[in-house]
């Protein structure tokens, strides 16, 4: 396994929201950057996300470097085996498990044999994810917080044979990138998700039984409990989609304290998904 002294290019498979806030967290702290998804579009939709993005932190301040130059350390690419010169590679596509096991398979194939691999799942078992290589000691679940730009908490995550010094390296990467982290073993939803999707649930249930107006909802868990977004906001902000599939996951799992809000489910039937389609429990 490499140390992490020795790793200049880090490989990030996803270009969405999440691959693109990893891949501009990884070449703002100095690493250059190789991003690929399945299409050009979908390439070209992740820099312009990630251009969008350094040039706020920009406005703010907030960057010690242009942001051209931040930009300039990241490749895209449709080709998975530009990703044989990483050095670390950070899964981040669908959320789904056989697309995240193909993919590691492909990575192994493609990558050295001392290249750790993480992958960016936010409900999905670490274990079963590194079962499809032949170096389950090297896979790590590295879950990054949604903004990855802004939000500062990383969770890594152990499986059955995820190695020791690769969980060491997991804690000191997300370090590097100025991240704070903690740790869970590979139980479903880990820490974050398992605590906050059934809160998230019973403020959509809350809300669609009744209880509260959807600004009553978020309001008062807001001044009532300190945190800085409600059950329905941090839902719109999440993605609708992305809360239902880790509910069903979440459910499938642990049983029926995780069955995912009836209203959730209509609303992603609906296509209202959040923030990113303008609409979801508030408009944009």
Known sequence: M?????????????????????????????????????????VENGFDAIESSLSRLADKGALDEDPGAIR?????????????????????ALEDMEVK??????????????????????TLSITTIASATDREELVVGLHFMNPVPIMTGVEVVTGEKTAPEA???????????????????????????????????EGIRAYDEGVASKEDMDKGMKLGTNVPMGPLELADHIGLDICLDASETLHEELGDRYKPAYLLKRKVAAGDLGKKTGRGFYEY
């Open 2 to 42: 490499r140390d992490l002294s020795e790793i200049a290019t880090v490989g990030v498979v996803g270009a969405g929201t999440m691959g693109n806030g990893i891949a501009q967290v990884a070449a703002t702290a100095g690493y250059d950057v190789v991003m690929r998804d399945i299409e050009p579009e979908f």
């Open 72 to 92: 300039d350390r990241i490749a895209g690419t449709t080709d998975l085996a530009d990703l044989a010169d990483a050095d670390l590679v950070v899964e981040a």
């Open 101 to 122: 096991r193909d993919v590691f398979a492909d990575l192994e194939d493609v990558t050295d044999d001392d290249v750790v691999l993480a992958t960016n799942t936010s």
């Open 167 to 201: 969980t060491d390296f997991a804690h000191a990467f997300a370090e590097d990138l100025g991240k704070e982290t903690w740790e869970s073993d590979d139980k479903p939803g880990f820490v974050t998700n398992r605590v906050l999707m059934p809160w998230i649930n």
